[in-house]
Protein backbone atom coordinates (compact mmCIF):
# COMPACT_ATOMS: atom_id res chain seq x y z
CA UNK A 1 0.00 0.00 0.00
CA UNK A 2 1.35 3.13 -1.24
CA UNK A 3 2.02 5.61 2.45
CA UNK A 4 0.58 9.28 2.60
CA UNK A 5 2.79 11.96 1.51
CA UNK A 6 3.87 14.50 4.84
CA UNK A 7 1.84 18.05 4.53
CA UNK A 8 4.17 20.47 3.65
CA UNK A 9 4.30 21.89 6.54
CA UNK A 10 5.39 18.88 8.37
CA UNK A 11 7.89 17.78 5.57
CA UNK A 12 9.48 21.74 5.53
CA UNK A 13 9.98 21.89 9.56
CA UNK A 14 11.43 18.43 10.13
CA UNK A 15 15.58 18.24 10.68
CA UNK A 16 17.73 15.07 10.92
CA UNK A 17 19.76 14.32 14.12
CA UNK A 18 23.61 15.10 13.23
CA UNK A 19 24.95 14.90 17.05
CA UNK A 20 23.44 15.93 20.65
CA UNK A 21 21.97 19.28 20.29
CA UNK A 22 22.83 19.35 16.67
CA UNK A 23 20.35 18.94 13.75
CA UNK A 24 20.50 19.38 9.79
CA UNK A 25 17.32 20.65 7.94
CA UNK A 26 16.72 22.64 4.82
CA UNK A 27 15.09 25.98 4.42
CA UNK A 28 12.12 25.39 1.92
CA UNK A 29 11.38 27.84 -0.81
CA UNK A 30 7.36 27.18 -0.36
CA UNK A 31 7.01 29.60 2.44
CA UNK A 32 8.37 32.87 1.00
CA UNK A 33 6.93 35.80 2.08
CA UNK A 34 6.42 39.23 -0.25
CA UNK A 35 10.60 39.60 0.01
CA UNK A 36 11.21 36.01 -1.44
CA UNK A 37 13.31 35.49 2.06
CA UNK A 38 11.67 32.78 3.75
CA UNK A 39 8.55 33.86 6.24
CA UNK A 40 9.64 34.44 9.81
CA UNK A 41 6.87 32.33 11.26
CA UNK A 42 7.70 29.23 9.34
CA UNK A 43 11.63 29.55 10.65
CA UNK A 44 10.21 29.94 14.00
CA UNK A 45 8.11 26.55 13.42
CA UNK A 46 11.26 25.30 11.89
CA UNK A 47 13.24 25.74 15.32
CA UNK A 48 10.62 25.06 17.41
CA UNK A 49 9.13 21.75 16.46
CA UNK A 50 13.55 20.42 16.91
CA UNK A 51 13.48 21.99 20.01
CA UNK A 52 9.97 20.33 21.23
CA UNK A 53 11.02 16.98 20.20
CA UNK A 54 14.58 17.44 23.38
CA UNK A 55 11.47 18.30 25.76
CA UNK A 56 9.37 15.92 28.01
CA UNK A 57 6.57 18.77 28.17
CA UNK A 58 4.54 18.63 25.27
CA UNK A 59 3.31 21.74 24.52
CA UNK A 60 4.79 25.20 23.43
CA UNK A 61 3.52 28.04 25.99
CA UNK A 62 5.94 31.68 25.28
CA UNK A 63 8.01 31.54 22.32
CA UNK A 64 10.21 34.34 21.70
CA UNK A 65 12.14 34.30 18.29
CA UNK A 66 15.07 37.24 17.70
CA UNK A 67 15.42 37.46 13.74
CA UNK A 68 18.86 38.47 12.76
CA UNK A 69 19.44 37.70 8.80
CA UNK A 70 16.70 37.03 6.39
CA UNK A 71 16.74 32.71 4.95
CA UNK A 72 17.08 31.70 2.02
CA UNK A 73 16.01 28.77 0.01
CA UNK A 74 19.11 25.82 1.09
CA UNK A 75 20.53 23.81 3.42
CA UNK A 76 20.67 24.89 7.25
CA UNK A 77 22.02 23.32 10.69
CA UNK A 78 19.23 23.62 14.10
CA UNK A 79 21.64 23.67 17.41
CA UNK A 80 19.39 23.03 20.49
CA UNK A 81 20.22 23.33 24.20
CA UNK A 82 17.68 22.36 27.07
CA UNK A 83 18.25 25.01 29.61
CA UNK A 84 15.87 23.16 32.34
CA UNK A 85 13.22 20.66 32.59
CA UNK A 86 10.79 21.31 36.13
CA UNK A 87 7.92 19.57 36.76
CA UNK A 88 5.47 21.86 35.32
CA UNK A 89 7.72 23.92 32.76
CA UNK A 90 10.80 23.23 30.93
CA UNK A 91 13.12 26.01 29.07
CA UNK A 92 15.27 25.28 25.63
CA UNK A 93 16.85 27.38 23.10
CA UNK A 94 17.27 26.88 19.51
CA UNK A 95 19.69 28.61 16.75
CA UNK A 96 19.39 28.27 12.85
CA UNK A 97 21.93 28.97 10.83
CA UNK A 98 23.16 29.24 7.15
CA UNK A 99 26.59 29.35 5.55
CA UNK A 100 28.00 29.48 9.20
CA UNK A 101 26.07 32.76 10.16
CA UNK A 102 23.10 32.66 12.91
CA UNK A 103 19.96 33.32 11.15
CA UNK A 104 17.43 33.12 14.54
CA UNK A 105 17.17 31.96 18.15
CA UNK A 106 14.03 30.86 19.67
CA UNK A 107 14.25 30.43 23.40
CA UNK A 108 10.51 29.06 24.68
CA UNK A 109 8.82 27.75 27.33
CA UNK A 110 7.41 24.42 27.11
CA UNK A 111 4.20 22.76 29.63
CA UNK A 112 1.18 20.53 29.33
CA UNK A 113 -1.92 22.11 28.56
CA UNK A 114 -4.18 19.42 28.96
CA UNK A 115 -3.17 19.48 32.91
CA UNK A 116 -3.21 23.02 33.24
CA UNK A 117 -6.55 24.17 35.05
CA UNK A 118 -7.43 27.85 36.81
CA UNK A 119 -9.55 30.54 36.56
CA UNK A 120 -10.30 32.20 32.99
CA UNK A 121 -11.15 35.82 32.61
CA UNK A 122 -12.06 37.35 28.81
CA UNK A 123 -12.45 40.98 28.43
CA UNK A 124 -12.08 40.87 24.64
CA UNK A 125 -14.05 38.24 22.35
CA UNK A 126 -13.32 36.48 18.69
CA UNK A 127 -13.77 38.42 15.64
CA UNK A 128 -17.33 38.68 14.60
CA UNK A 129 -17.02 37.31 10.84
CA UNK A 130 -19.61 35.96 8.44
CA UNK A 131 -18.71 32.08 7.90
CA UNK A 132 -15.81 31.46 5.23
CA UNK A 133 -17.72 30.07 2.67
CA UNK A 134 -19.42 33.45 2.63
CA UNK A 135 -16.34 36.08 2.74
CA UNK A 136 -13.63 36.97 0.04
CA UNK A 137 -10.09 35.27 -0.86
CA UNK A 138 -8.35 38.73 -0.83
CA UNK A 139 -6.10 36.78 -3.30
CA UNK A 140 -8.03 36.18 -5.91
CA UNK A 141 -7.24 39.35 -7.95
CA UNK A 142 -4.17 40.59 -6.04
CA UNK A 143 -0.64 41.19 -7.01
CA UNK A 144 1.46 38.76 -4.90
CA UNK A 145 5.40 38.95 -6.83
CA UNK A 146 7.18 36.47 -4.82
CA UNK A 147 4.82 35.06 -2.19
CA UNK A 148 5.01 31.22 -2.02
CA UNK A 149 3.55 31.46 1.49
CA UNK A 150 0.11 31.80 -0.21
CA UNK A 151 0.25 28.77 -1.98
CA UNK A 152 0.07 27.16 1.51
CA UNK A 153 -2.30 29.12 3.24
CA UNK A 154 -5.65 30.28 2.93
CA UNK A 155 -7.21 33.62 4.04
CA UNK A 156 -11.02 34.86 3.81
CA UNK A 157 -12.22 38.24 4.95
CA UNK A 158 -15.36 40.02 4.71
CA UNK A 159 -14.32 42.67 2.18
CA UNK A 160 -11.65 42.91 -0.43
CA UNK A 161 -7.80 43.88 1.24
CA UNK A 162 -7.19 47.64 1.11
CA UNK A 163 -3.33 46.87 0.22
CA UNK A 164 -3.97 44.25 -1.86
CA UNK A 165 -5.80 46.10 -4.78
CA UNK A 166 -3.46 49.57 -4.26
CA UNK A 167 -5.72 50.92 -2.31
CA UNK A 168 -4.24 51.67 1.66
CA UNK A 169 -7.07 52.12 4.28
CA UNK A 170 -4.98 54.11 6.14
CA UNK A 171 -6.17 52.30 9.21
CA UNK A 172 -3.77 49.60 10.20
CA UNK A 173 -6.27 46.76 11.91
CA UNK A 174 -7.81 43.63 10.01
CA UNK A 175 -10.00 40.24 11.15
CA UNK A 176 -10.19 37.80 8.58
CA UNK A 177 -10.34 33.80 8.37
CA UNK A 178 -7.12 31.70 7.53
CA UNK A 179 -5.98 28.19 7.85
CA UNK A 180 -3.54 25.86 6.13
CA UNK A 181 -4.34 24.28 3.06
CA UNK A 182 -4.56 20.52 2.80
CA UNK A 183 -6.26 18.15 5.32
CA UNK A 184 -3.82 19.13 8.41
CA UNK A 185 -5.45 19.70 11.52
CA UNK A 186 -4.12 22.96 13.00
CA UNK A 187 -2.06 22.65 16.42
CA UNK A 188 0.08 24.83 18.49
CA UNK A 189 3.07 24.39 16.13
CA UNK A 190 0.98 25.75 13.33
CA UNK A 191 -0.45 28.15 15.53
CA UNK A 192 3.03 29.82 16.04
CA UNK A 193 3.43 29.75 12.29
CA UNK A 194 0.15 31.57 11.64
CA UNK A 195 0.87 34.15 14.01
CA UNK A 196 3.34 35.40 11.12
CA UNK A 197 1.93 33.95 7.67
CA UNK A 198 -0.46 36.93 6.73
CA UNK A 199 0.90 40.06 5.33
CA UNK A 200 2.27 42.94 7.16
CA UNK A 201 -1.04 45.10 8.71
CA UNK A 202 1.30 48.55 7.76
CA UNK A 203 1.20 47.80 4.49
CA UNK A 204 -2.62 49.75 5.21
CA UNK A 205 -0.18 52.77 5.87
CA UNK A 206 1.07 52.29 2.27
CA UNK A 207 4.37 50.38 3.59
CA UNK A 208 5.64 48.02 1.20
CA UNK A 209 8.11 45.78 3.78
CA UNK A 210 8.23 45.42 7.42
CA UNK A 211 11.22 42.77 8.19
CA UNK A 212 10.25 41.59 11.36
CA UNK A 213 13.13 41.91 14.85
CA UNK A 214 11.82 39.99 17.45
CA UNK A 215 8.36 37.71 17.66
CA UNK A 216 7.29 36.63 20.91
CA UNK A 217 4.02 34.23 20.57
CA UNK A 218 1.86 32.79 24.11
CA UNK A 219 0.19 29.44 22.51
CA UNK A 220 -2.73 29.82 24.53
CA UNK A 221 -4.97 26.26 24.01
CA UNK A 222 -5.51 23.71 21.25
CA UNK A 223 -7.43 24.92 18.01
CA UNK A 224 -10.12 22.90 17.70
CA UNK A 225 -11.12 23.71 14.01
CA UNK A 226 -9.04 23.88 10.77
CA UNK A 227 -10.47 27.61 10.00
CA UNK A 228 -9.40 30.01 12.41
CA UNK A 229 -10.65 33.68 13.10
CA UNK A 230 -7.58 36.41 13.31
CA UNK A 231 -7.16 39.68 14.47
CA UNK A 232 -4.39 42.51 13.37
CA UNK A 233 -3.73 45.46 14.39
CA UNK A 234 -0.41 47.82 14.61
CA UNK A 235 -0.97 51.28 16.67
CA UNK A 236 2.09 53.09 17.33
CA UNK A 237 4.65 53.96 14.75
CA UNK A 238 7.91 55.66 16.21
CA UNK A 239 11.00 56.29 14.04
CA UNK A 240 10.74 53.62 12.21
CA UNK A 241 9.44 50.84 14.18
CA UNK A 242 6.34 49.57 15.30
CA UNK A 243 4.71 46.64 16.90
CA UNK A 244 1.89 44.26 15.35
CA UNK A 245 -0.67 42.59 17.46
CA UNK A 246 -2.22 39.30 16.58
CA UNK A 247 -4.83 36.99 17.87
CA UNK A 248 -6.14 34.12 16.79
CA UNK A 249 -9.47 32.42 17.75
CA UNK A 250 -10.91 29.17 16.67
CA UNK A 251 -14.02 28.41 15.44
CA UNK A 252 -15.85 28.04 18.66
CA UNK A 253 -14.57 31.34 20.18
CA UNK A 254 -11.93 30.31 21.93
CA UNK A 255 -8.48 32.58 21.89
CA UNK A 256 -5.73 29.83 21.04
CA UNK A 257 -2.82 32.11 20.23
CA UNK A 258 -1.40 35.59 20.59
CA UNK A 259 1.48 37.41 19.88
CA UNK A 260 3.39 41.11 19.70
CA UNK A 261 6.24 41.53 17.07
CA UNK A 262 9.01 44.37 16.75
CA UNK A 263 9.53 45.29 13.21
CA UNK A 264 10.79 47.91 11.18
CA UNK A 265 10.04 49.38 7.42
CA UNK A 266 12.45 47.94 5.19
Not at 36 to 44: F, H, I, P, R, S
Not at 203 to 228: F, I, N, Q, V
Amino acid sequence: MTGISPHPFDEDTAADKVADGHYQTSVSDRWSAMTGNANGGYLVALTLRTLGEQITHPDPLSVATFFQRPGVPGPAELYTEVAREGRRLSTGEARLYQQGKELVRTVAHFGDLRSASGPEHAITAAPQLPPPEECVDPLAEATLGEMSIVEQVEYRTAEPVGFMHGSPSGVPRGEFWMRLRGDREPDLLSLAFLVDAAAPIVLELGETAAPTLELTTHLRDRPTSAWLACRVETRHVTKGFHEEDFEIWDATGRLVAQSRQLAMFA
